[in-house]
Structures are given as C-alpha cells and as structure tokens.
C-alpha cells in the first residue's frame, strides 16, 4: 500500500516561496510517476507540476517559471519549489504517486494573502 505524507504549507506573502515535501512509503518509488495537484475552493483539482520516473518534468502554464518539481529517490521523497507566489496560488496542494493506479496524500494548505 502507497502512503504518501505532505508537509511545507503555510500562510505566505505575495512574491514569497514555499516547499512542499511528499514523501513516499509502502512501495518502490523509482517506478513512479509523481506530480502535485491542487484544488481551490469551488474549482476542480488540477494537476499543476509532474515528474516521470525517468525524470522528465513538465508544469501547467500558469505556474511555468515560478514552480520547480524534482524528486529524491534516496529519500523517496517529491518536492515542489514554488516562488513568486500569486493570491490565485492558493489551494490544497495534493501529492500523486501513479503507477497502474493513482495513489494520493492528504493535502497541504497553501495561503497566499497580504
């Protein structure tokens, strides 16, 4: 079973930085695809950055050059870099572990407001 556990959220400025950490247990993670979602009150979860097991990356456009996805297969853990954070930023940020299935964690409170 594939337990994912997120920490790094928090209230921050606009124009600050945050990381979120994902880190994976219950499996073998290099043969996983991970990503962060996110979800803001009333709109669906979108998926906002990804990180193939090959290391191949690729982000939503709204987030493009703000947000850097790397992950650590030592630690087995997903970060999520987020700079120069927006009001609209703010969401639950949700970790996703796929393989054959799609595994996810329980969320993190990002709050970007003044």
């Known amino acids: 079973q594939v337990q994912l556990v997120e920490s790094g959220g928090g209230l921050v400025q606009p124009g600050g930085s945050l990381r979120l950490s994902c880190v994976a247990s219950?499996?073998?993670?290099?043969?996983?695809?991970m990503a962060w979602y996110r979800q803001a009150p009333g709109k669906q979860r979108e998926r906002v950055a990804m990180?193939?097991?090959?290391?191949?990356?690729n982000y939503t456009d709204s987030v493009k050059g703000r947000f850097t996805i790397s992950r650590d297969n030592v630690k087995k853990t997903t970060y999520l870099q987020m700079n120069s954070l927006k009001p609209e930023d703010t969401a639950v940020y949700y970790c996703?572990?796929?393989?054959?299935?799609?595994?996810w964690g329980q969320g993190t409170q990002v709050t970007v407001s003044s």
């Open positions: 996703n572990a796929r393989l054959n299935d799609n595994h």
């Open positions: 219950g499996t073998i993670f290099i043969l996983y695809d």
């Open positions: 990180i193939t097991r090959g290391g191949s990356t």
